[in-house]
T-cell receptor, first 114, second 120 residues
Framework: DSGVTQTPKHLITATGQRVTLRCSPR?????VYWYQQSLDQGLQFLIQ???????AKGNILERFSAQQFPDLHSELNLSSLELGDSALYFC?????????????FGPGTRLTVL | AQTVTQSQPEMSVQEAETVTLSCTYD???????LFWYKQPPSRQMILVIR??????QNATENRFSVNFQKAAKSFSLKISDSQLGDTAMYFC?????????????????FGQGTILTVHP
């Protein structure tokens, strides 16, 4: 158990809908990262937050947004869903003070868009 | 931009034997970290081992060790005394070292992965 939690584990929805994925980082970690794992694109970095502020952005679609709240949990919002958004979405967290910047992953949320 | 290449889509090994997974990367950075992550059938991403580029000594974690060749931009993972529980997809990953300001660059760049099967 990495200490990173993600909810829900599975999500099935229809095209055009909007969903929210939630992540709680390990205790004491200030950074949260989101990754998407799909068969055709592999593992791709989406976005990073550090202590509530956006720090780095990857291949994140404009239909996707994220935020990190004062209690450090993070949410990834996916809207106008398309079939191609079906993937495993991982959240990871890290600390600049313990094993510097090593990212520990949550169990992932499997999103299926029908 | 950084790229990470794992040229072995699949590998297999007998239980108790040794196997080496290959990884090469391309970067113009001098300070960075390299990682191996394991993804078993449960799909959880598990950190196996980490290497700081400034360290010449190769990292080891129990049965797992790396051969880090900075000039050749090569970072292979050796698994000794393979166990059935080592069956998983293994990902090599690169991350730039954070700046002096304190917050990390964050982005892990992953290779395509190598599926390792350990046979009894």
């Amino acid at each position: 158990d990495s200490g990173v939690t993600q909810t829900p584990k599975h999500l099935i929805t229809a095209t055009g809908q909007r969903v929210t994925l939630r992540c709680s980082p390990r205790s004491g970690d200030l950074s949260v990262y989101w990754y998407q794992q799909s068969l055709d694109q592999g593992l791709q970095f989406l976005i990073q937050y550090y202590n509530g502020e956006e720090r780095a952005k990857g291949n994140i679609l404009e239909r996707f947004s994220a935020q990190q709240f004062p209690d450090l949990h993070s949410e990834l919002n996916l809207s106008s869903l398309e079939l191609g958004d079906s993937a495993l979405y991982f959240c990871a967290s890290s600390s600049p003070f313990r094993l510097t910047d090593t990212q520990y992953f949550g169990p992932g949320t499997r999103l299926t868009v029908l | 931009a950084q790229t990470v290449t794992q040229s072995q889509p699949e590998m297999s090994v007998q239980e108790a034997e040794t196997v080496t997974l290959s990884c090469t990367y391309d970067t113009s950075e001098n300070n960075y970290y390299l990682f191996w992550y394991k993804q078993p059938p449960s799909r959880q991403m598990i950190l196996v081992i980490r290497q700081e580029a400034y360290k010449q000594q190769n990292a080891t974690e129990n049965r797992f060790s790396v051969n880090f060749q900075k000039a050749a931009k090569s970072f292979s993972l050796k698994i000794s005394d393979s166990q059935l529980g080592d069956t998983a997809m293994y990902f090599c990953a690169f991350m730039k070292q954070r700046n002096a300001g304190g917050t990390s660059y964050g982005k892990l760049t992953f290779g395509q992965g190598t599926i390792l099967t350990v046979h009894p």
